[in-house]
């Protein structure tokens, strides 16, 4: 498994830097005995030229990567599934099952989730995106912080605490499926998560507008 979006960004600037210093210099060789160029000159055009790529990158990393036509030519080591929007479905702890909610914000090489249930919410800490080289398969890994709001009086418990969690992307079907544990005290919690995308749109909440038994119907999809 590599870390996928970091080491994207890592492969993806070491080439471009090599690439473009490499243009830069040849173009300045070939330059420089036809039209003579001043050292301030020399600066300003790396100048001008630092600033439009650094645009070009940001562009590229926030919302070109998104466009289908563009996604669907990128080279298998850069294929990163469009996962950004807002994903419902029921969380599986023993006989338990209860709605939940993830929400995600993407760009090419980070990604960040929040959650929320009837009583609880939390946010991601790191997240990242795995890419299996052999299956050529994403997950999505993150470790987050979070808070509920179901202890009582007296209780032990924390209405704080961390959590991890993995789920495999079926890019296909629209479905995130895998699992979590916590730290939660006095007893440590896991479960199942399994998740259909809805919409692009993040509403930030866990009600979202739609019927009650929403949640109900896609329980019995499953």
């Not at 992307?169 to 629209?174: L, T």
């Not at 005290?185 to 993040?202: E, I």
Request: proline share 4%; aromatic share 12%.
């Amino acid at each position: 498994m590599k870390s996928h979006n970091y080491w994207k960004l890592k492969l993806i600037l070491t080439g471009f830097t090599k690439y473009i210093l490499w243009a830069l210099g040849l173009s300045l060789l070939l330059l420089l005995p036809i039209v003579p160029i001043q050292l301030n000159t020399i600066s300003t055009i790396i100048s001008i030229f630092s600033v439009v790529l650094a645009f070009l990158w940001s562009m590229f990393d926030k919302r070109w990567w998104k466009i289908k036509r563009i996604n669907k030519h990128l080279p298998d080591k850069f294929s990163t599934p469009i996962i950004e929007g807002r994903w419902e479905g029921i969380l599986t702890r023993g006989k338990d099952k209860r709605p939940f909610v993830l929400e995600i914000t993407q760009t090419f090489t980070s990604v960040s989730c929040q959650t929320f249930s009837p009583t609880s919410f939390s946010n991601s800490i790191n997240a990242e995106l795995l890419f299996d080289e052999e299956t050529k398969s994403h997950q999505l890994a993150y470790l987050w912080i979070g808070n509920t709001s179901n202890t009582t009086d007296g209780s032990s418990s924390t209405n704080k605490f961390y959590g991890y969690t993995l789920l495999n992307i079926n890019a296909a079907q629209n479905r995130l499926r895998g699992n979590y544990f916590t730290d939660r005290q006095p007893n440590q919690t896991r479960g199942a998560l399994d998740l259909s995308f809805v919409q692009k749109d993040k509403v930030n909440s866990f009600e979202n507008n739609e019927p009650e038994s929403s949640f109900e119907e896609k329980d019995k999809n499953n």
